[in-house]
């Protein structure tokens, strides 16, 4: 197995176009695409919101999926396959916490044009879906959320825990395996149950 690293900042423009013109060189066609990178940057509320953490939000979250996806599937479409993978949110159907309303909107819109795409790539062979998940224990909450928080959401979730990465993980791994074929334009709700659609 080969492993390329690719670093790139992807809340602006030039890292955008830096992961896409080095991912396109490394993998011409690869098979897979999981649209992973986001954050929330910082917690701001209306009033603390700046332009520049407005386009930073955005671009990490929404405009970097797009272009990678825009890159990546020229290769899928040659060959008549692929998946991809979004990463969503439980903020993109609840707006998030105090100070992570612009981060909802970007997950909203990974959902939204995970829909979209679905439909424009299906006909080409090329399954695009998403997973949403709830509060995850994991590196993001460490720096964007505090204990109390954390166990507020524990105490609304069915589940009675925060989920983990692996969880995540699995259900990726399972919509780009031939065991999700048939499977176009969703997004998996992955929150212990905190959100039933």
Known sequence: MRVD???A?????????TLVAEATHILASPDILVNNAGSLI???KLAEFSPDLFDKVLNVNLK??????????????????GSIVNLSSIAARNGGGIGAAIYAASKAGVASITKGLAKELAPHGIRV????P???DNDFHIQFSNRKMLDAVITQTPAGKLGTNEEVADTIVFL??????YIHGQ????NGGMLMV
């Open 187 to 190: 997004t998996i709700e992955i």
């Open 9 to 17: 900042d992807l809340s602006n423009q030039a890292g955008i176009d």
């Open 134 to 136: 709830g509060t995850v």
């Open 42 to 44: 910082q917690r701001a």
């Open 5 to 7: 690293w690719i670093q």
């Open 129 to 132: 879906n998403a997973v949403s």
């Open 64 to 81: 970097s999926a797009w272009f990678l996806t825009q890159a990546i599937t020229r290769g899928m479409i040659a060959r008549g396959s």
């Open 176 to 181: 780009c395996s031939p065991a999700a074929r």
